[in-house]
């Protein structure tokens, strides 16, 4: 998955910057619910989101109401089959881990 920041306008008019969310061939698959604020732990961090948002005005302006569509139709993404998964101690016993002890040395 692929993130940006990207330029919105809503059908009353109003612009916002979003964060998107792209599968790798480019398609989107999310965007941000709520316009996205400038806020950073450091003034190094601001400066990055900063120059973040000013790349966005770079690319073309999204349609908000557009997007959410074209998202809201993407059929639903398929569940990974967890049926085979083990534990951690199902792990370690195959793989006789649990007899070993951290200090030993293998001769």
Request: glycine share 6%; proline share 5%.
């Amino acid at each position: 998955m692929i993130w940006t920041y990207r330029v919105f306008c809503d059908s009353q008019g109003r612009y916002s910057i979003r964060e998107v969310f792209y599968e790798q061939d480019g398609t989107i698959i999310d965007c941000g619910k709520a316009a996205s604020v400038a806020i950073g732990s450091s003034v190094e961090e601001l400066l990055q989101l900063v120059q973040w948002f000013k790349e966005a005005f770079e690319l073309p302006i999204l349609l908000l109401e557009e997007v959410e569509a074209k998202i809201a139709a993407q059929p639903p993404k398929p569940k990974f089959d967890r049926s085979q998964n083990i534990s951690l101690q199902q792990m370690i016993a195959e793989l006789n881990l649990g007899d070993e002890n951290p200090g030993d040395e293998i001769n």
